[in-house]
């Protein structure tokens, strides 16, 4: 008796060593040195299937589980980030925005009050329908918004069909009764502007009327939404046919868009790759041709990343310059368009854009508007080019960001290199701000519904429910030095350019469609251009820049000061390539 308790006495004594070795907190470290490139991805093991069952289960386990999580947060530094501020003090900084000069709200005013005006689209053997085309075939006589709903229900039916899965939730009769009140305007001649009849898809992670906000999940029951968000009721307003239900990665907790909930949502230009996530079924649906336009959300890149690997446009305005209480993330989450064409991403952002009293951040804004959008040359720009953060990419990559360059000083403007520091750090801060958040979201699910979430939904959340207030602050306080640089940066140029993404579109591995996986460093090193924009809240495009040897899109990224969109929207413009017919497309006007 004596010797077997001693034997539980011993081993319970080793648990607890070993726990306690774990949950140790390493000493803070110091700070790279300012002139260093020192970001890296996150480590970790790729775990999909049975291992990925398995490790959920331990990381859910009382002791154990919070232990194995302080490890493993511990492994990716993000104890660098109170380091950081032990040397570099500053105060938080909760929301990334800053208050616009009289004089420069004045200056916007005046550029809002012109007439808008649409720039030309790269021309080339293949172009995506754009808002304008789908206007003049309604008042033509050529179609009408009734016929081209049809064809857009039979490209969602005939696109699941074959995998695509980029539009989950149809409500096919709400749909035809939209296109229906949108044919009588026109066949009345009192169309409401140049989005009526124009069919437009929506993330599942907004509130439209008759449509469930799933955020990808299926914890929420089957009861449809009774009111229009923001964005819903702006789209709605002026005619657009809102087509719900576009396919994201649950919660928007991941950059792969694989969904085990409702399928994972494919690359129209290789349905054996990825299209990036989390607005994984916006990207593909636009690129796809189902619509030529979609409203995603973007944390760290989810409305970028996806455009670009899917060859089209996307924007990630200021931080609360698109007002809607939609993510998951307050801080981070910015809602935006994605097009097939620079000319609709600019009248998407122009109708969603603009304060909402609900949305108190983005009641500082000056006025939108994009009246410099044609202006075709680019002569005094000045474009800042980090160039060792820019090589970090893949040959075909680096190929199209040079022959960007190359296209921006054929057009006038004035290659100036800049330094971004303390990349990592940055990158941690964000990926701490995001994480706290989504966890906090995801408190009361995570006890009442977790284990019918997704595996990778479950570990992200189980781990970063061990991140402190100390480490949520001290981001916040990273934060304020990030917005500092940016500063410092936009006044040695315009704007900086950068890849969208540091490769083409990964393989979607077939072992992980049932489970999920969780691939550490795939996601952070996708995101390695994304971070800054949601961590500082300043805008951002990615345009489509080429294709790399396997024909797969490459896009580049334009960011720039707080309410520099209609600036960004104009070197898209200019420097936007050509596109390629996907191997999925879909002609729903002709």
Known sequence: MLKTTATVVFAVALVLGVLMQLVREPPLPEPA????????????????GAAFQWSVWLLRLPLVGPALSTYLLHMNRAHHVRGFIAKYPEQPTFHAITIPTSESVAQHAGLAAQPVSLPAEPTGAFRRWTSQDFVEAYQSGRTTPRQVAERVLHAVRDSNARTLAAIVHANASDFLAQADAATARYQAGTPLGPLDGVPIAVKEQFDIIGYRNTKGS?????????????????????????LGGANMHEFGMGTTGINPHYNSTRNPYDLAVQTGGSSSGSAAAVAAGIVPISIGT????????????????GLKATFARIPEVAGTA???????????????????????????????ASTFQPPPHIATITDATLTGLRVGVPWVWADDATPDVRAAFRATITRLEELGATIVPVHVPYLSVFALAHMIIISA????????????HGLRL???TQMVSTIMRTLSARDYLAALQVRTRAMKECARIFAEADVLLTPTTPMTAPVLPDDALATGENNATKTTSLMRYMFLGNLAGIPGITAPAGYDAHGLPIGVQIQGPHWSEHTLLRVAAAVGQPQRRPAVYYDVLS
């Open 33 to 48: 040195p300012y002139d260093a490139y020192d970001l890296k991805a996150s480590v970790g093991p790729r775990v999909t």
């Open 218 to 242: 299926v914890v929420f029951g089957d009861q449809p939404c009774e009111r229009d968000g923001v964005l819903a009721a702006r789209l709605r307003s002026a005619g657009a046919l809102i």
């Open 298 to 313: 973007d944390g760290g890149g989810s409305i970028r990343m996806p455009a670009g690997l899917c060859g089209v446009y």
């Open 330 to 360: 307050w801080t981070v989450t910015h809602p935006g368009p994605l097009a097939g064409s620079i000319s609709d991403l600019a009248l998407a952002y122009l109708t969603i854009a603009g304060p909402d009293a609900r949305v108190p």
């Open 437 to 448: 958040e989504f966890g906090t979201t995801l408190d009361h699910i995570h006890h009442t």
């Open 454 to 456: 997704s595996l990778e």
